[in-house]
């Protein structure tokens, strides 16, 4: 059984940086593309960066490009987001997920996600 657990979120003024982790469990973790995605209050679920199985090849979303890193390291099983230079429009809840490597890719499993505010 597929299990992913987020940690990392939290309150944070804008500017200000936190890094997500994801513990994953119950699949060959080195052998998947992973991703993170979001959504924000009101809106639907929006793709934010993929990353492939070896951890060569990144994708993000415009919004987060140079703000954001993706990264993983497989003899842990876990998953990364390094986010920093943080806007009250990155608030949102967080899901790391299987798949998802490129923004039309599929999802095959998310976590229960964590919270991100950005305020000030």
């Known amino acids: 059984q597929v299990h992913l657990v987020e940690s990392g979120g939290g309150l944070v003024q804008p500017g200000g940086s936190l890094r997500l982790s994801c513990a994953a469990s119950g699949f060959v973790f080195s052998k998947n593309a992973m991703s993170w995605v979001r959504q924000a209050p009101g809106q639907g679920l929006e793709w934010v960066s993929g990353?492939?199985?070896?951890?060569?090849?990144?994708n993000y979303a415009d919004s987060v490009k140079g703000r954001f890193t993706i990264s993983r390291d497989n003899a842990k099983n876990t998953l990364y987001l390094q986010m920093t230079s943080l806007k009250p429009e990155d608030t949102a809840v967080y899901y790391c997920a299987e798949g998802g490597f490129a923004p039309a890719s599929a999802i095959l499993n998310r976590g229960q996600g964590t919270q991100v505010t950005v305020s000030s």
């Open positions: 990353i492939n199985s070896a951890g060569e090849f990144t």
